[in-house]
Structure formats: structure tokens, C-alpha cells
């Protein structure tokens, strides 16, 4: 028997089971998609009607400078975000919605109060936030976090933070899990204002905090300054 065209249809077959996996991991979970296209002075939504559940937002960066996709409630609450999406790609962001008003924020260049789209949803669908069991409120400093408690909090918490901006750059409040992914944050809150977001902690382990805005003296990142941080998260 001749071993090259059963060689060949072997290696045939393992080119075809990547690309299959692939096929297989690609076709995603969203209830349904909407089109958001950001450019240099605009936020455009394809529509601003959309059925509650989870929505994939498929952002296009057409603008001239990196950007991202912010998804917030109409309280100001960041539901979910996409970061250093450049010139001429494309990123997917899907979220959990319920009925209510919310708002996309297209931010060209990463940086400032970005442009916003409102839209609303409607329908039963959705998974609602579990309500938070505390409230943490703390201050961001030019570049530190004042009064931020973060002891004692367990798994499968769901807690709220509200950070007042006392310094003269605009901050933030970014939560990492043990694997280095971002479960909440209070986004980019300028000078003088008041910034919230809910968060649910998942499995224990050692979480991250940090602000990773660019401060323009320095050009370092926040957290390169002192706005960063671990803290633990027990078992329940």
C-alpha cells in the first residue's frame, strides 16, 4: 500500500480541525447584534430600539485614533466596555441588558468625556444586576484612592462603589478578577463629579484595582503613579 495518500488526507484533516474549531467558537450566544460605528465626532447606533437580552454591539473605528466602546446605564453606570479598538477594525461587545435607557460612548483617541448615543430596551428578557449588600464611597486623589475599603469582601457579593473625583484629572476605577479580567468599573470621572458602578465578585483569589488613564504631564498611565492596588476576595 501506498503510505502518501494516506498521509496526505491525515494532514488534510488536521488543517480542517482547527479551522472547524474555530467555526464552532465564532458563532457567539447574543439574543440579537446592533451596529455602533464611531469616527472622529460621532457615535452612531444602527438603531435605537433594541430588544432586551444579551446584544452583541459590533463597534467599527472609523475615526483616525484608537477608540473605545463604553455600554452605561442612563445613571452613569458602565455596563461593559471594549478598549484599543484602532483605525479601521472592528470589536464585539455583548452585554446583558434589561428593559430600561441607556447610552454607547464612543471615545476617539481613549481619552476625555467621549460621544454618546442614547438608546433604549424593551422586552422581559435580560438577567437584572443582583441588588449590591454595601455601598463603598471613596475619593480619587491625584494619584491615590482615598478611604477605599475593600476589606471583607467574599465571593458572590455584589457591591457598589461610588468614587467622587477631589483631584484635577479626570480618574477611574477599574476591577480585575484573579485572571487579570475586568469584572466592573467606575468610568473616566472628571474633576468635581461623582462616578458609581456595581460589581459581583466571582471566585476567591487576589483581585486588582487601578486607573489607567494617561495623566498628560507625564505621559505615564495612573496606575504607573500610584493608582493601583490588590486586595482579596475570601470564599463564601
Known amino acids: 500500500m501506498n503510505p502518501l495518500p494516506q498521509r496526505a488526507a491525515t494532514m488534510a484533516l488536521a488543517l480542517l480541525l482547527p479551522i472547524a474549531g474555530l467555526a464552532a467558537c465564532s458563532g457567539g450566544t447574543a439574543d440579537s447584534a446592533t451596529a455602533v460605528t464611531g469616527t472622529d465626532d460621532a ?12 446584544i452583541d454591539f459590533e463597534f467599527t473605528n472609523n475615526g483616525k485614533d484608537v477608540s473605545e466602546l463604553y455600554v452605561l446605564k442612563d ?6 466596555e471594549v478598549e484599543n479598538v484602532t483605525t479601521g477594525t472592528s470589536r464585539t461587545l455583548t452585554v ?15 481619552k476625555g468625556k467621549g460621544i454618546s448615543a442614547d438608546f433604549t430596551v424593551t422586552g422581559d ?15 480619587a486623589v491625584d494619584f491615590t484612592y482615598e478611604d477605599l475599603d475593600l476589606s471583607s469582601i467574599k465571593s458572590g457579593q455584589t457591591i457598589r462603589f461610588e468614587m ?3 483631584g484635577t484629572e479626570p480618574h477611574e476605577f477599574e476591577v480585575l478578577d484573579s ?30 484595582y487601578q486607573c489607567i488613564l ?11 503613579l500610584g493608582m493601583t492596588g490588590t486586595f482579596p476576595v475570601a470564599p463564601a
Not at 445613571?75 to 461593559?80: P, Y
Open 125 to 139: 428578557g435580560g438577567t437584572a444586576q443582583a441588588k449590591p449588600e454595601r455601598t463603598v464611597t471613596f475619593d
Open 75 to 80: 445613571n452613569g453606570d458602565v455596563v461593559g
Open 43 to 54: 457615535c452612531t447606533l444602527d438603531r435605537d430600539v433594541i430588544e432586551a437580552g444579551k
Open 164 to 166: 467622587t473625583n477631589s
Open 179 to 208: 485572571t487579570g479580567e475586568p469584572i466592573g468599573e467606575v468610568g473616566a470621572t472628571e474633576p468635581g463629579d461623582t462616578g458609581g458602578a456595581t460589581m459581583t465578585f466571582g471566585a476567591p483569589g487576589k483581585y486588582t
Open 214 to 224: 494617561i495623566d498628560p504631564k507625564t505621559g505615564k498611565k495612573h496606575s504607573m
Open 96 to 110: 446583558d441588558l434589561v428593559a430600561g435607557d441607556y447610552e454607547v460612548n464612543c471615545k476617539p483617541g481613549m
